[in-house]
Every structure is written in structure tokens, then in C-alpha cells.
């Protein structure tokens, strides 16, 4: 025999949050697309503080490994 879930008796919605000016699915064709969330430690926020610089530094470091892996596969 299953157990029926509790409900709960309060809200989950605190009433500091406001959604009065949100605008519905502003994030869907994006989230659909596909995304990839990562969290960067502190300190390497410092040296990338933009989106744009970190996805450039790890475009450079990637053509550096394709290039290594390259030239050791021509071995």
C-alpha cells in the first residue's frame, strides 16, 4: 500500500518575491537550445569577469590541445 504525500500547509512562495514585471518563457528558445551551466570558483572570476573573456580563453586553450593531439597523432 503507497502512502499518500502530505500536503503542505504553507506557501513556498515568500512574500519578498516579486514577479510583477517578470515576463513569461523570456528563456525557453534558449533553454531549449541546450545550455551548460558552470560555476567558476571565485578566484578564476577575477582573471574571466565576462562570459565573453572565459568562453575565448577555453577557445584558445582547445585549439592548443587539438594542436598538441595533432602532432603527436603524426608521430
Excluded at 34 to 54: H, L, M, R, Y
Aim: aromatic share 6%; hydrophobic share 35%; charged share 30%.
Amino acid at each position: 500500500m503507497k502512502k499518500t504525500p502530505e500536503k503542505k500547509t504553507e506557501s513556498e512562495m515568500r512574500s519578498e518575491y516579486d514577479f510583477s514585471r517578470g515576463v513569461r518563457g523570456k528563456y525557453a528558445r534558449r533553454y531549449v537550445q541546450g545550455t551548460n551551466v558552470v560555476v567558476i570558483e571565485p578566484d578564476v572570476a577575477k582573471v574571466f569577469p565576462s562570459a565573453q573573456d572565459v568562453n575565448r580563453s577555453l577557445r584558445a586553450l582547445a585549439g592548443i590541445i587539438r594542436q598538441q593531439r595533432n602532432s603527436l597523432a603524426a608521430k
